[in-house]
């Protein structure tokens, strides 16, 4: 026998998994780049990291800020102080910033001499029958529109919103004709609330908006419903109109300020001056009041359509994006 010895075999290295070898032709150039983030803003973040970049951009946010606060509560701050200046203090040149003397007498003269009392309830008889009219006409048309599918619906509707594109003095002369003599009845409005609530009763803005939220409610709530028996009316009154509140709220604010804050229309139909609306009444009594009398009526008159914003801003907000999503 060989005096050799067998020398015991030894086990192969073994490979990392992390060190597998790498494909021919793909080396640090074949592997793929992350790609760099693109910015698409005027000024990057690194950029506003820095101090001198947080400086620029808190200077440039409150300058355009306080400008735009500015330039829309200045002309309100200057109505509610120029009640308070004498018209010498008004005439003065260049005007005071601040009044010299605080007088709020001159709000219950304003209110007796231009005799706002009755002004504000024509006009919240006028607003508040337009505001029925408008519901009862603009919901029942979006949920036929939106439920109901009648024929032609589409084109209805495009019909509609076509009468926004055009502009209000256009339509000014037909519609006054339309009031003075009424078609197929003959009846003559002027000098009636119906001159006001039935213009006001059809909006194409309206319906539209009603509309997008009404597409918004499930069909299968209202499929379930007519199954049960309900017929189409007491499925807008007992499903849709609880339902659709937010977009209704929205609805009446707008078609309330509307008509509170309407010029040229009620200056049309309503010439007698004992159902004049309160821009119509004071803008009648303007010639003949002093100046500061004037601005606090103009005060006065501005207050509820100012309540009713501030009250129901978020619900404005809300009602307005409502429907806008679905899912």
Known sequence: M?????QPS???PSRRPDSAPVKAGRGTRGRRKEAAPQFRGVVSPHTLKTPRGRVIYWIVLVT???????????????????ALRSPEELAQMPPGFFPESLDFAVYAEAWD??????????????AGGALLFTLAVDVTAAYALSKLRPVLGNLVLGLMLATLMIPP??????????????????WDLLNTPWAIWLPAAANGFYIFLLKR???????????????????ASRILWSIVLPVSRPIIGVVSILSVVTVWKDFVW??????????????VGI??????????????????????AIIVFFVFQRSIMAGLTAGSLKG
């Open 266 to 279: 009620p200056l049309l139909v309503l010439p007698d001056s004992e159902n004049m609306s309160i821009s």
């Open 213 to 231: 939220f009404f597409d918004s409610i499930p069909r299968e709530l209202l499929e379930a419903a007519q199954i049960d028996g309900a017929s």
């Open 2 to 6: 060989s005096n050799a010895t067998v």
């Open 283 to 304: 803008a009648s009594l303007s010639a003949q009041m002093p100046q500061n009398v004037l601005i606090a009526a103009l005060v006065i008159a501005s207050l509820p």
């Open 113 to 126: 001499q231009l005799n706002l009392g009755q002004f504000l309830g024509n006009t919240l008889l006028y």
């Open 64 to 82: 355009v800020v306080l400008g735009f606060t500015a330039a829309f509560v200045f002309p309100l701050y200057w109505m509610v102080t120029g």
């Open 169 to 186: 003095m256009v339509i000014l002369l037909p519609a006054y004709l339309t009031v003075k003599d009424l078609p197929i009845l003959g």
């Open 10 to 12: 030894r086990p192969a």
